[in-house]
């Protein structure tokens, strides 16, 4: 196998091929990995040459025509031809802002439309980055189904509301329907708030129902839990990273984007308090248990890989990047696999810690602190088959005994 800087790259993407090269070392990728990912930049460069293409014009068709005329004589080239094994390449150009990714091809008025909607989100409602993309996508789902190429938002009546919800509520589950619906109503409240609309169509939009008018509790009791954190091998290093989750769930009760989002810097040792990044770009300093701390603290010394990048939870291979939301949903996911329970998500810890608290005597409004909700009534929905504490935000009855 040739060094990395032996591979030779010519045609238009020459100029790029060195700092891909340390952009592939800098993520943590094998020497192995970088020479075969830098043939495959210098096998794109050469086809552009020959087809008399700029870098500019390697998008989603050209990538699939360049695929199509390789033939591949060997395994790991088969691999390579694939559109997953471009997404690095890709992902490393439209860093660059040499090529645009698909998501990035909108139509003008609609992308102008998106990012003002985007921006009224951030600013006027404070929500996440990861809620705004949601939204985002959602409100442009339904101008594009209702609206056509037109984008005229003057013209929309309650029928059209109706007709994507319905439209929706038939490929859907409750939960994804009820997030649409609000994402909906914030695109609609948005669009009457700045004059884009005469009239507020927002109680167009019905509301669905919710997890939490669904059935009693959906914590795990104290030996599931158990099971879920006996299941992680913790003399592998994956092992030791997924304990570390898992613990970080069910004693704080963590939502999977906030344990994403955990950096090395969030943990205060000597003070024992871990910083989190919650919804809303609110941030809260929390105790750190101590089986809490001895399960991350393991991770980071004999599991964690010692790279540049400083998310504490990151891939256990190249690219040693953050670990996603998904990715830390689907820790649990596995562990429930191994542990024998049924298939389940991230939140479901969050119940759990909410049980755990429950049992041990706390209060309703103490939950509410550890879990950060803003209303006690939030926090009853995690109560729902406790009727003790369902009794502490219940109103008296009018006219009733005091």
Request: charged share 20%; glycine share 10%.
């Amino acid at each position: 196998m040739k060094k990395s800087t032996q591979v030779v790259v010519t045609g238009p993407l020459a100029p790029y091929a060195t700092g891909y090269r340390q952009e592939l070392f800098g993520r943590g990728y094998s020497a192995w990995t970088a020479v075969s990912y830098l043939y495959s930049l210098a096998r794109v460069s050469r086809w552009l040459a020959e087809q008399g293409l700029a870098a500019a014009n390697l998008d989603a068709e050209h990538v699939e025509r360049f695929l199509a005329e390789r033939p591949g004589s060997q395994r790991a080239e088969v691999q390579r031809r694939t559109p997953r094994g471009m997404m690095s390449l890709l992902g490393y150009l439209n860093a660059q802002g040499v090529v645009r990714s698909p998501a990035a091809v909108e139509d003008a008025a609609s992308h102008a439309m998106l990012n003002e909607f985007a921006e009224f989100l951030r600013n006027e409602r404070g929500l996440a980055e990861k809620t705004i993309d949601v939204y985002r996508r959602f409100a442009g789902l339904f101008l594009s189904s209702q609206l056509g190429d037109s984008m005229d938002v003057r013209v929309l009546t309650a029928r059209h509301v109706s007709a994507f919800v319905l439209a929706q509520a038939g490929r859907r589950g409750s939960g994804s329907l009820n997030n649409v619906v609000t994402a909906l109503r914030a695109l609609l409240r948005f669009c009457y708030l700045r004059g884009y609309t005469t009239t507020p169509l927002e109680a167009a939009a019905p509301r669905t129902v919710g997890w939490r008018d669904l059935g009693p509790s959906r914590g795990l009791g104290p030996g599931q839990v158990e099971r879920l954190l006996a299941s992680c091998d913790r003399r592998t290093s994956i092992g030791r990273r997924d304990f570390a989750i898992l613990t970080v769930l069910a004693r704080l009760g963590l939502r999977a984007n906030e344990v994403a989002a955990l950096r090395v810097d969030d943990l205060d040792w000597r003070a024992g308090e871990i910083t989190v990044h919650g919804k809303g770009n609110r941030t809260d300093r929390l105790p750190l248990p101590v089986d809490v701390g001895h399960a991350v603290a393991g991770y980071c010394h004999r599991g964690r890989p010692h790279r540049d990048c400083r998310a504490l939870f990151v891939q256990a291979k190249a690219p040693y990047a953050a670990l996603s939301s998904s990715a830390v949903s689907k820790v649990v996911t596995a562990a429930c696999g191994r542990a024998g329970l049924p298939r389940s998500g991230a939140h479901r810890l969050r119940h759990s810690a909410a049980a755990a608290l429950r049992r041990a005597g706390a209060p309703l409004f103490e939950i509410g602190q550890l879990l950060r909700h803003q209303h006690a009534v939030t926090t009853a929905g995690y109560a729902r088959d406790d009727q003790e504490a369902l009794a502490e935000v219940a109103r008296c009855w009018p006219g009733g005994a005091a």
